[in-house]
């Protein structure tokens, strides 16, 4: 099993990103995929999860300027985020679930750092 996160880098507050996170050895329309993100000194949180039947999960407080999505065709799930603001800034990962609702992940990709600063 491999997740692998891409789309990351530097972006100007008020800028947009899409992160993508592709995975491979496993049925990926078997399972749900979340988003994480970890700042500096903070403890890992998680973002956004889209389950298996394409429904959207977590922190709902983001899911005005953050957008998941997936595209099974592709095994891989989308983070289209925008507004970007600098406490935005952190290491984001995927990782693999039986549910958005499950208590664990099953496998988890290395990151992308994403940069929000003017």
């Known amino acids: 099993v491999q997740l692998v996160e891409s789309g990351g880098g530097l972006v100007q507050p008020g800028g947009s990103l899409q992160l993508s996170c592709t995975g491979s050895?496993?049925?990926?329309?078997?399972?749900?995929i979340g988003w994480f993100r970890q700042a500096p000194g903070k403890e890992r949180e998680r973002v956004l999860c889209?389950?298996?039947?394409?429904?959207?999960y977590w922190d709902d407080s983001k899911k005005g300027r953050f957008t998941i999505s997936r595209d099974n065709a592709e095994n891989t799930v989308f983070l289209q985020m925008t507004d970007l603001k600098p406490d935005d800034t952190a290491i984001y990962y995927c990782?693999?679930?039986?549910?958005?609702?499950?208590?664990?992940?099953?496998?988890w990709g290395q990151g992308t750092q994403v940069t929000v600063s003017s």
């Open positions: 990782a693999r679930r039986y549910f958005c609702s499950s208590p664990t992940s099953l496998d």
């Open positions: 889209s389950s298996s039947d394409d429904e959207t």
């Open positions: 050895g496993f049925t990926f329309s078997d399972y749900a």
